[in-house]
């Protein structure tokens, strides 16, 4: 006999108001925005410096240049080579991390507190007098060959490839892979290295974000003692307009011979960072594929079993990036699983959403924003967003009531308005032969083995 | 940096659930994490898989709590959740904003004191399917996928329970029944093996009232049945032992493994630190020889296992380029691993640093305070462990770690595993 009543789940307590945290804003004389947070619960501080280099900028003979520029960096400065560069880092435990994607390059570090100033001059050093020795550069380009080998038997990194040359019309920068091709990697050379670091690596249209246990004059002061005589602005800027490859559905197999699983994407191209739309977008893709709870995973993962997970997503770019759902199901359930998908697609659009889906979804997307201003790199990485797609400074602040008042009828419009399962293109990595008579009976379009 | 100072505060239920608690309302937002004593290390032989397919059974409802619930309610309130199965323990957690936090006890308690009403057949053969998925998509489809098996079964006897991994076979997982679930969940879910930690933003006048409500009630189990199997070993292999497989695979790699002292034991922290001399961070002792100097692989990985059953493992892998051959692989690993009877402070140095930065990022988030919390609690019976990790690794020396370097990573304790790429006809 239970003592407490435990049919009804506890109700919530008051809601404790929590503000994203203060940032001081600025700008150093060179055009490099400063951005401030503090931080002071754990005595660590992130350091982000975005520049304006990315992928999108280059030509296809180009591609993957950005991203070896970015991987060269490690490779040692004009005053240390790579290994003393690594542990001149490691010795005041700095973690130093270059991610580059289609916008741009990000140089981060992470470190204790009383370790920040030796940081931000290995920083300044890495960025601005970076020494690109042959040796090293040959390294980072059989590097990265060899993991582009490395993907071409991994079925989730060859559907993610598959879908780039799917959706995107020839010749786009987002019909390739982001770390370029084999082809194009290959070539690039020790000088173009140097020269794409010398034209891009520039403080013009970027940032430097700095969240922690700091103090901000002194940041202010530091800033401007190693970035202050840093000059230009980055060459090469992003020029292109992005067109589907087709409106007309179809289906294509990556034929993967032996495959006991099918890896499936289905979807089209999306829509950019900077739509209206973006948080009734956001709060349909939730319900739609976001949560465990969606329609997608309950149907498919849940009612069916089909798979271990599934999931939707926009990838929000400075232009339109993919919609896709993407799942992983057993062989036998392949033409099941996309005929399951595709009709969760046309009810989506077809009957709109309901009331008690949004507000869950946006109460979802409301609470668990908090969730994620725990860490001085959450929130540093927040303020990066509003750097590289040119967000209002005050866009974190009003996040959370924005979200909040997004409208079922707003929701609705926006899924009908950018989800399109008629013009979907369906494709699949998995072992042709047991999967494509079944997935050809559906009738989806045409298919093409490849 | 100065001692860190993650404020605690230990309980116990009088049905035996241990309760550590952890402050910090810096945000508004808490973690719930509860850790049980039990593992794949557990599994009987034929039920290989099974304490990992539990712990999906336990996301599908109890008495009070309809299929699909917890993760509704979860989600609703804005919080992320999940779980995770390994040899020596398995892990339920939630993080959720703090007015939430009662919310989580309910859920946690629930299932924790009334899973089994909730129990179907339909229910079973739902999440078995969804495991076995989950099995090909991360172990069958992948190259490399079978690694921890192979690995597992050369560094531990047939009748240890490390020898078989933790994602089990499609066959045992097949053999699976209701009644199995009830058994298992009688033996080993009971509060009397479980470790509950709070951690985060809470009312601290009121928590442990909030605690002894949603499971105070819940009747202790009986004492946990020993291990099955036979958990002895010799504290090394004693020979050089391998495998040779020729896979689908894109690019040779060597995998290669040792049995070290268990993480119950002091000298662990030995391997700790050496492991980190070897691979962690770019100035480590492969990534400079392997992956910089002498450009054979293109990427290393090493890891110490923190595994309490007499034997852990300490492993390394290196992965070729498409031009390396398996043997250089092995050869290059070998002469750097031997080399480690030359360590020098200077590197025990670097590696404390970069451990210290890693350790204080990991503290940022709650649920990894609470996860720690739980482990250290569950292991050691300590969960203060917390604030002397880095304390417990300074004092590591050099002498300590060349002697380590000779007694337990030479030929007489190595397994090696090879994948190389099939040959095409």
Redesign the interface.
């Known amino acids: 006999m239970s003592l407490l009543d435990r049919t009804q789940p506890p109700a919530s307590g008051e809601i404790r108001q929590f503000d994203f945290p203060e940032v001081q804003t600025g700008a150093l004389s060179n055009g490099l925005d400063l951005k401030i947070c503090v931080l002071p619960r754990l005595p660590i501080v992130s350091v982000n410096l975005f520049l304006r280099a990315g992928e999108g900028s280059l030509v296809e003979g180009r591609a993957g240049t950005a991203v070896l520029t970015g991987d060269a960096l490690e490779g040692g400065t004009l005053k240390r080579n790579g290994s003393s560069l690594a542990e001149a880092l490691e010795g005041i435990g700095a973690r130093l991390g270059v991610s580059t994607g289609w916008e741009g390059t990000s140089i981060s570090v992470s470190v204790l507190a009383d370790r920040l100033p030796e940081a931000f001059a290995l920083l300044a050093e890495v960025t601005l007098e970076p020494d690109f020795p042959s040796v090293e550069v040959d390294r980072v380009r059989e590097q990265q060959l060899a993991e582009i080998r490395q993907r071409s038997m991994d079925p989730s990194a060859l559907a993610s490839d598959e879908v780039s040359r799917r959706f995107y019309a020839e010749g786009l920068p987002y019909a390739r892979p982001q770390v370029g091709t084999e082809s194009s990697i290959s070539s690039v050379t020790r000088d173009q290295i140097r020269g794409y670091a010398e034209a891009c690596y520039r403080p013009g249209s970027g940032g430097l974000i700095i969240v922690g246990d700091v103090d901000p004059e002194q940041i202010k002061s530091l800033s401007s003692e190693y970035f202050g005589s840093w000059i230009g602005a980055p060459s090469a800027v992003d020029n292109f307009r992005v067109d589907a490859q087709t409106r007309e559905r179809r289906v294509w197999i990556l034929d993967r011979p032996g495959s006991v699983q099918s890896e499936v994407r289905l979807g089209h191209v999306g829509v950019a960072r900077t739509t209206p739309n973006y948080l009734p977008l956001s709060i349909g893709n939730l319900l739609l594929g976001g949560t465990f709870t969606s329609r997608l995973n309950l149907n498919l993962r849940e009612r069916n079993g089909f798979t271990y997970g599934v999931r939707s997503r926009f990838s929000f770019r400075s232009q339109p990036g993919p919609f896709q759902v993407s799942t992983a199901v057993g062989n036998e359930v392949t033409a099941s699983a996309v005929r399951e998908i595709l009709s969760e697609l046309e009810s989506l659009v077809v009957d709109g959403v309901t009331r008690e889906e949004v507000d869950a979804a946006r109460d979802y997307a409301a609470g668990v924003f908090g969730l994620h201003l725990e860490t001085a790199g959450q929130i540093a990485s927040r303020l990066n967003q509003i750097l590289v797609y040119g967000l209002p400074d005050d866009y974190y602040h009003l996040y959370r009531d924005n979200i909040r008042s997004v409208s079922t009828e707003e929701v609705t419009s926006a899924v009908k308005a950018h989800i399109r399962p008629d013009e979907v293109q369906v494709v699949i990595v998995g072992d042709a032969e047991s999967i494509s008579g079944s997935v050809d009976a559906l009738g989806l379009g045409p298919l093409e083995v490849v | 940096?100065?001692q860190l100072a993650i404020p605690l505060e230990r309980h116990c239920l009088d049905n035996g659930l241990k309760i550590v608690l952890s402050q910090?309302s810096?945000?508004?937002?808490v973690a719930v994490n509860i850790w049980y004593g039990v593992g794949s290390r557990n599994e009987l032989p034929g039920h290989t898989g099974f304490a990992h397919l539990f712990e999906h059974m336990m996301f599908q409802g109890s008495?009070?709590v309809p299929?699909?619930k917890h993760?509704?309610?979860i989600?609703?309130?804005?919080?992320?959740l999940n779980a995770t199965t390994w040899f020596d323990r398995t892990n339920y957690f939630e993080?959720?904003?703090?007015?939430?936090?009662?919310?989580a006890?309910?859920?946690e308690s629930?299932r924790m004191g009334?899973m089994l009403p909730a129990m179907d057949q339909e229910k079973l053969?739902?999440?078995?399917?969804?495991?076995?998925?989950?099995k090909?998509?991360?172990y069958?489809?992948?190259?490399y996928g079978d690694w921890d098996q192979r690995l597992q079964a050369l560094i531990y006897p047939k009748d240890h329970p490390y020898h078989h991994p933790v994602i089990g076979s499609v066959e045992d997982l097949d053999a699976a029944t209701l009644e199995d679930v009830a058994a298992f969940f009688g033996t080993y879910y009971v509060p009397n093996n479980a470790v509950l930690t709070i951690a985060g933003?809470f009312d601290e006048s009121q928590v442990m009232d909030l605690v002894q409500?949603?499971f105070g009630?819940i009747e202790a189990g009986a004492p946990i049945p020993p291990l099955p199997g036979d958990s002895c070993l010799e504290p090394i292999i004693g020979d050089t032992v391998r495998e040779h497989v020729f896979a689908?695979?894109?690019?040779a790699r060597v995998i290669m493994g040792f049995r070290i002292p268990p993480y119950s034991s002091e000298d662990f922290a030995v391997a700790e630190v050496s492991r980190a001399l070897l691979g962690m961070?770019?100035?480590s002792r492969l990534?400079?020889a392997l992956?910089?100097?002498r450009?054979v692989a293109?990427?290393v990985v090493t890891y110490a296992f923190p595994l309490l059953t007499n034997a852990s493992m300490l492993l390394t892998w290196a992965?070729?380029?498409?031009d390396s051959t398996p043997e250089q692989l092995e050869a290059a690993l070998t002469e750097e691993i031997e080399a480690l009877v030359e360590a020098r402070q200077?590197e025990v140095?670097?590696a404390i640093?970069?451990t210290?930065?890693?350790l204080?990022?990991a503290?940022?988030?709650?649920g990894e305070r609470a996860n720690l919390l739980s482990m250290f609690d569950l292991y050691f019976d300590d969960p203060d462990r917390l604030n002397h990790e880095i304390d417990r690794l300074r004092a590591v020396t050099v002498e300590q770690i060349r002697d380590f370097a000779a007694s337990q990573l030479g030929s007489d304790n190595r397994a090696v595993l090879v994948y190389e790429p099939k040959r095409k006809s």
């Open positions: 940096m100065n910090d810096t945000v508004p937002i008495k009070h299929k699909n993760f509704e309610l989600e609703r309130a804005g919080g992320t993080t959720v904003p703090s007015r939430d936090l009662e919310l006890l309910w859920l629930d009334w053969d739902n999440q078995r399917d969804v495991v076995k998925n989950e090909r998509q991360r069958d489809n992948q190259p933003d409500r949603y009630e689908e695979v894109p690019l961070g770019r100035a990534y400079r992956v910089r100097e450009r293109k990427g992965t070729g380029y498409p200077s140095d670097r640093a970069l210290e930065t890693d204080v990022r503290l940022e988030h709650v």
